[in-house]
């Protein structure tokens, strides 16, 4: 989804003109199913399983983002839908988090020099402002229930990570050569707005200067109109993120995201911070709280990739990102504490087989395909463990991991999940836009799965997860 605060940026404004008729699935859904389940588990097996239990501790969902994201947001259209199904829910149209985290420690601390990359022979950061702007950061949502347990929303943004590198040099070379596209050179050379409540970080900053981004709106397209703006928008400003997450920046990428899962975890449904997690961890048999992950794209990858416990990995100049190992063994300890409690995962539109081809090797590294295989099977190990700690203590029973992927087959960004056992991996075919036997519009394809009913459904529990999804090799 595009995003920019109170408004959504369409990078092909013109593409539906230009596709056969272009069809959005309209979201809307049914009431949630009036029986009870057949017990109040600890985890659960659907959002509105929860939602049903007035009596359940509250609901955490983390919600992480996929390519493409142009601003804070992208968990808007789920919150809206929970809303309509929650008594005494109420929220504007552009809901308001009740508060921000930003990545703030070892080198994302304010004020830290950014770290040594280079692209094409240039820093990506040139200073500490601009590296500082990039902090990726977690908005915090409460929606309320009548009589009952609040939802929390979690909103992990990632996407400030990647604005230089697409700002300076991929937006500008692609208005040299395809043609500019307005709307991108808009975003990038927006004026720089401090976050008032967080010194030294922005809400938005200058990439590019307006005077530069004039210049190269004034120039004319060269490419053929329908070619230049899937390339705008499906290469240079979505799957750029992607290679960037899978090179020499993943380390920054996880960093990033794992100290975001540490301040989520701290978050109580009151809107304060609390370090109740850590006793919780240490005693699994007491309640606590559950956690539902909904992961866009390759928000997927980069959620499960924060599961490098034990481990002081490094980045392209061999610096450590994290010098304090007892602040990593905390962050360690957060994302153990949250794969435990979580025990449904949703995906909509994975690319881990794409993104596995970067990584074909003998030897696993941090980025490789190996790698998050063997992440995923720790989450099951995880489970397995808080099972019998649970079971030991009397405690409700514990369900067993499991992933649902959707797919659009008209998603020219997502593939379907092996299998990997011992998790239950369940892929589901879903159509985003209406049918088109020529061609649908790519962008609605990819980003219209928190829109789409039969998605929806199965994520609030109006209907069931199909005991058998679709084939994969």
């Known amino acids: 989804m595009l995003k920019i605060g109170d408004s959504r940026l369409k990078t092909a404004p013109n593409l539906g003109k230009v596709v056969v008729a272009l069809g959005l699935a309209v979201a809307a859904l049914k009431g949630p199913a009036q029986e009870k389940p057949a017990h109040a588990a600890s985890q659960i097996s659907s959002i509105g399983e929860s939602l049903q239990n007035a009596e359940q501790h509250p609901l955490h969902i983390l919600y992480v983002h996929g390519i493409g994201a142009t601003g804070p947001g992208d968990s808007w259209e789920l919150q809206k839908s929970l809303c309509r199904l929650m008594k005494g829910c109420s929220m504007p149209k552009n809901p308001v988090p009740v508060g921000r985290d930003y990545a703030d420690h070892g080198e994302f601390a304010v004020g830290a020099e950014p770290p040594p990359l280079k692209y094409m022979g240039d820093p990506v950061w040139t200073g500490a402002d601009d590296w500082s702007a990039s902090a990726p950061f977690v908005d915090h949502y409460v929606l309320p229930r009548s009589n009952a347990a609040p939802v929390v929303v979690d909103e992990i943004n990632w996407w400030p990570l990647v604005f230089p590198l697409k700002c300076r040099h991929i937006v500008p070379g692609e208005a040299t050569l395809a043609g500019p596209e307005k709307g991108l050179l808009g975003l990038c050379s927006q004026k720089t707005e401090t976050d008032l409540h967080h010194p030294q970080r922005y809400k938005t900053f200058t990439w590019l200067p307006p005077e530069k981004a004039k210049e190269l709106e004034s120039l004319k397209p060269r490419a053929a109109l329908v070619n230049r703006l899937l390339k705008d928008d499906i290469l240079d400003w979505r799957f750029s993120d992607a290679l960037m997450a899978v090179g020499s920046m993943h380390a920054i990428f996880r960093e990033g995201i794992r100290q975001l899962i540490l301040e989520s975890v701290r978050f109580s449904a009151d809107g304060q911070k609390t370090e109740a997690w850590e006793q919780q961890l240490a005693q699994a048999g007491a309640s606590d709280r559950e956690f539902v992950v909904v992961s866009h794209s390759l928000g997927s990858y980069l959620i499960f990739s924060t599961l490098n416990l034990d481990q002081q990995e490094t980045n392209a100049g061999n610096t450590q990102l994290h010098p304090d190992s ?21 995906f909509l539109a994975n690319q881990l087989p794409l993104l596995s081809l970067a990584s074909v090797q003998g030897t696993q590294t941090a980025a490789s395909a190996e790698a998050f295989r063997s992440r995923m099977r720790q989450w099951a190990e995880l489970r397995e463990t808080f099972k019998e700690q649970r079971s030991a203590s009397g405690a409700a029973p514990v369900r067993p991991p499991q992933i649902v992927a959707w797919s659009d087959p008209s998603d020219l960004l997502s593939w379907c999940i092996p299998a990997e056992k011992p998790l239950l991996i369940t892929n589901l075919y879903v159509r985003n836009t209406w049918w088109h036997w020529l061609i649908a519009n790519p962008q609605a394809a ?21 005991e058998k999804g679709e084939a994969c090799y």
């Open 326 to 346: 007892s602040v990593a063994a905390r962050e360690d300890a957060a994302a153990r504490y949250l794969f435990e409690r979580t025990s449904l995962v949703y």
């Open 446 to 466: 990819h980003d219209n799965y928190d829109k789409n009913k039969s998605v929806l459904n199965i994520i609030i529990g109006t209907k069931p997860i199909p």
